[in-house]
């Protein structure tokens, strides 16, 4: 029996949206930049993508890529604005950031101005066109893809670099680490996710307008990291899913999903400031004690930043 | 090695440091004593490029590092420890002891190269091995009582290789017997392995028992210098810093 369209929707999105988190998480978690305007990175995917694959007729994998680029470009701007920045002005930069995106996408022609841009194509394999479980499993490829880096930069020296800069910037400029490298990485790296993510809802949707990128959009985002652990890889997944399938459930409190993020962020901040799936959270301990006791026991004590 | 030339910061209108020219000398352990708030820290910071001095030149093996980042001269080879130690929580001794020793890997491609292999942490074992820490590899940096985040201070600074090591009140907080044993280990680190060394402190007889050459500051300017023996019998010094009271005992 085949799995409801909707089904196949809501794992989209969830794919979609992890990706997303997943890029906070680095930029946020792992090397403690503020980043409150990630919608606006997959506002710039999204429309990267869009212009040059709807406007100009190039190959959606073309499109995706060039819109991780541009997201790349446009985060590594926004890292080396933040050198300059306290945390509490960077929160503030971030989020004027996302309404300049948002207002440029309204009020040039380029970006479809309030009409945005319709007729996006969907990728093809050999003259197929990916549509519904193919665009899923798309999605979720690509999101394994990014999984496997972002496990790779959290194993490797990068990785503790930004924990270091997180952490303390004196001590990691005494051992070496370029500070302000590490924080224009840091965003440039969690800008890309946003931007691979947004192209991947401009072709799953077909159609993208300026609103569909405004700030309650990185507050989603935001909640979806929270949730999870902003340190963890799985957790950003896990947030990805009960944000974009909480609201299907909970159906007749529909009109206030945006104030169950509110309720949700200082819930979780309150409870489980880890998250879910944060280092030593509890969830996290009850998900590995239930592994060990089928002997998937992770081997070894964790090293540091290893949330996923 | 290791030279400031006319060296001057000021914070606002708090002049830190005016005019200060001196050096360390290769293989040599050199003091740095003087009261509170005479700029001692300020110039160990400026030594290690965590400030730029609002004049004046940092010469290190002739070479002018003044532009260059805390970083860029970790990577050089110029280790500083701090005098509050630095250990963010979560993070292991082994942990702290790994970042220093990856010191050349956080540019270019080699940043994304896995930092678990057995030859690090052998590096790392070593160098806690040398400060007596090796059974503390896996605890807490944070949770350690203050003599050892100390011992853990030195043992990020000889992670990082050096050539210069600059000490930073290294016994306050120590008890005398830790003290003792920490002079002994910077003693060693001079005479076994050749480092220069830097030491600021409080503790006038550790740092005179320790060091080669010594200065004096006193309000962001040099007081005295000398043999140790030579500035603790300068009037200037006695009058400034130690006291009619230590001319006596």
């Not at chain 2, 017997?177 to 030491?199: P, Q, S, Y």
């Not at chain 2, 010594?214 to 603790?232: A, D, I, K, T």
Request: zero cysteines; charged letters at 20%; hydrophobic letters at 45%.
């Amino acid at each position: 029996m085949p799995i409801p369209e909707y089904y196949i929707t809501l794992a989209t999105l969830v794919g979609i949206y992890g990706i997303a988190a997943l890029g906070l998480n680095i930029t946020m978690g792992w090397a403690g930049q503020v980043n409150l305007g990630q919608a606006g990175f997959l506002g710039i995917g999204a429309m990267t993508s869009a212009i040059l694959t709807a406007k100009l007729g190039l190959p959606v994998g073309l499109g995706i890529a060039a819109a991780a680029l541009a997201a790349l470009v446009v985060g590594a701007v926004m890292g080396l604005v933040s050198i300059r920045l306290r945390e509490d002005f960077l929160a503030i930069t971030t989020i004027a950031f996302n309404f300049l995106v948002v207002y440029i996408f309204e009020y040039y022609d380029v970006f479809g101005g309030s009409y945005g841009i319709s007729n996006i194509p969907r990728p093809s394999i050999g003259g197929h066109e990916l549509r519904g479980p193919s665009y899923m499993f798309l999605t979720w490829g690509i999101l394994a893809l990014l999984v496997l880096l972002a496990l790779r930069i959290q194993r490797s020296w990068m990785g503790l670099a930004f924990n270091l800069v997180r952490e303390d910037e004196n001590l990691a400029s005494a051992v070496g680490v370029d500070v302000r490298r590490m924080k224009v990485l840091a965003f440039a790296v969690g800008a890309m996710y946003g931007g691979v993510a947004g192209a991947l809802s401009a072709h799953f949707k077909g159609y993208i307008v300026f609103s569909d990128f405004e700030f309650p959009y990185s507050i989603a985002i935001l909640t979806m990291s929270i949730l999870g652990g902003l340190d963890s890889i799985a957790g950003a997944i896990l947030g990805s899913f009960i944000v974009v399938v909480s609201p299907e459930v909970f159906r007749p409190l529909m009109q206030y999903r945006r104030v169950m993020y509110g309720v949700l962020i200082v819930v979780v901040v309150f409870f489980a400031p880890r998250g879910l799936l944060g280092k030593n959270a509890v969830a996290r301990r009850l998900l590995e004690r239930m592994m060990a006791g089928y002997g998937l026991a992770p081997k070894g004590k964790k090293k540091e930043g290893e949330g996923g | 090695m290791l030279r400031l030339e006319n060296v001057s910061k000021h914070f606002g209108g708090i002049r830190a440091l005016d005019g200060v020219s001196l050096s360390l000398r290769e293989g040599r352990i050199t003091g740095i004593i003087g009261p509170n708030g005479a700029g001692k820290t300020t110039l160990l910071r400026v030594m290690a490029g965590f400030y730029k001095p609002t004049r004046g030149r940092v010469y290190y093996r002739d070479r002018d590092v003044t532009p260059l980042g805390p970083h860029e001269r970790a990577r050089l080879g110029i280790a500083l420890t701090f005098q509050i130690p630095r250990a963010p929580p979560e993070f292991t001794v082994g942990q702290l002891v790994q970042a220093a020793v990856g010191k050349a890997m956080y540019r270019g491609a080699a940043m994304l190269a896995e930092r678990d292999r057995g030859e690090v942490w052998d590096r790392v074992h070593r160098v806690l091995e040398r400060v007596g820490l090796s059974e503390y590899a896996e605890r807490e940096a944070s949770q350690l009582p203050l003599g050892l985040q100390k011992r853990l201070e030195l043992a990020r600074a000889l992670a990082l290789e050096p050539r210069v090591l600059l000490l930073d009140e290294p016994s306050a907080g120590m008890s005398p017997e830790e003290a003792r044993e920490l002079a002994g280990l910077v003693r060693d680190l001079n005479e076994k392995e050749g480092l220069t060394i830097a030491i600021v402190e409080h503790n006038v007889p550790l740092a005179t028992g320790l060091s080669h050459y010594m200065y004096v500051l006193h309000y962001g300017r040099l007081l005295s210098e000398g043999e140790p023996g030579e500035v603790l019998r300068d009037p200037r010094v006695i009058e400034a810093y130690l006291g009619a009271g230590y001319a006596r005992g």
